[in-house]
């Protein structure tokens, strides 16, 4: 099993309105100052919403209709993300009368410290379906984080959550144990009877190789035309620097601490390096002690220490 460089801190309880603004709120979920903190809105009509202060828009689909009968029904959604701050940015998304609105707060931890976010796609079904769906996305880089939402036009619920091509072990009928690389885990599914109805579900994943996701699809309770949104967000892996060192003397020692990623050809007698980074070494002398979490080495001698 391997763990993924971004954690799931939580999720909020959902916020809901009749019409105009929503305000979301954190009840179950403390995020920390520069968590990634994910909004999720799942709304009827299509008066848009206006984005707080500080937020940063991924798609917002708002092509839906007011009809409570599922056969007819359209809905609309909205993904957008901040970097969280203190004080605490504001939670109030604005817009101008509409229909019901219902939405979430997703929190992780790990991302990268700036513009994490690479790759997004969002899509309202064109016909009645039991399948969301959205465009697949393609990564960058390894490890990234892939967050992908569900408005729905109805009150039904939704199950696996997945990817056509990668990640695709599915959230299923019920949820995937989280922190899993590789494996879509739901984080909340809830919905509505106000208004013209609504329901909104979030899922997530770790996909470990840069590359098309395939098509995003979740399974509804009901055939209506939902919304889909995914986005996919970088890691700390993409801040970390390299260090290239020819040769440490002897008795040196090397403490890399800030998740840095070096490269030595030789190491001599007695040195002891320590790094929080992956480490790659041409060549141990004797009596050499490495601590890296992760390391690749050419050549080391019988007497060198290697602690993982």
């Known amino acids: 099993m391997t763990i993924p460089v971004i954690l799931n801190v939580g999720v909020s309880s959902a916020a809901e309105v009749a019409s105009g603004n929503l305000v979301l709120v954190t009840t179950g979920v403390t995020p920390a100052v520069d968590d990634l903190v994910i909004a999720c809105i799942a709304y009827r009509d299509s008066v848009a919403f206006t984005l707080p202060a500080g937020w940063n828009a991924i798609n917002q689909q708002s092509s839906g209709n007011t009809t409570a009968v599922t056969a007819s029904a359209i809905a609309s959604g909205l993904m957008a993300w901040i970097k969280w701050t203190s004080p605490a940015p504001s939670l109030t998304f604005t817009r101008t009368g509409g229909d019901v609105a219902r939405g979430v707060l997703a929190v992780f931890r790990g991302q990268k410290a ?111 035309r939902h919304v889909m949104i995914a986005a996919a967000f970088k890691t700390t892996l993409s801040d970390r620097s390299s260090v290239d060192v020819s040769k440490l003397a002897h008795y040196d020692v090397m403490l890399a601490g800030s998740d840095t990623a070096e490269t030595i050809t030789k190491l001599s007698r007695y040195d002891v390096l320590m790094a929080a980074g992956t480490v790659s070494v041409t060549k141990f002398s004797r009596y050499d002690i490495l601590v890296p979490p992760t390391s690749s080495f050419k050549k080391r001698r019988s007497q060198n220490v290697i602690l993982f």
């Open 114 to 224: 700036t513009s994490p976010l690479d790759v997004s796609s969002g899509a309202t079904l064109a016909a009645n379906s039991v399948t969301a769906a959205t465009a697949t996305v393609t990564t960058t880089e390894d490890e990234e984080l892939i967050v992908a939402m569900v408005a729905g036009a109805a009150a039904g619920g939704s199950v696996n959550f997945r990817a056509v091509t990668d990640p695709t072990v599915g959230s299923g009928v019920t949820d995937q144990d989280p922190g899993i690389e590789g494996v879509w885990t739901e984080l909340h599914d809830s919905v509505t009877l106000t208004g013209g109805d609504t329901a909104i579900a979030v899922g997530y994943a770790t996909k470990a190789t840069a590359g098309a996701t395939g098509e995003l699809r979740a399974t509804q309770a009901a055939s209506s």
